[in-house]
């Protein structure tokens, strides 16, 4: 649901990503709106899982 994707976000990604995805100023951890859109679902499901660069992977937390 939607509630808990939020719970999940503030959880997992808003330290890094901010509030409202919109990434840190200095571009160390990019924005989130319209990642999906420009990267497809399977590859932000990946990134998800397995991290990239300084995101740790979250698959461990994540179950399909």
């Known amino acids: 649901s939607q509630d808990e994707g939020r719970v999940l976000y503030a959880e997992h990604c808003q330290l890094c990503h901010g509030v409202d995805g919109e990434g840190d100023p200095l571009g160390v ?25 300084a995101m740790p992977s979250f698959g461990f937390r994540f179950e399909r």
């Open 29 to 53: 951890h990019p924005p989130l709106r319209g990642a999906a859109d420009r990267l497809g679902r399977g590859e932000m499901a990946r990134l998800i899982r397995a991290g990239r660069g």
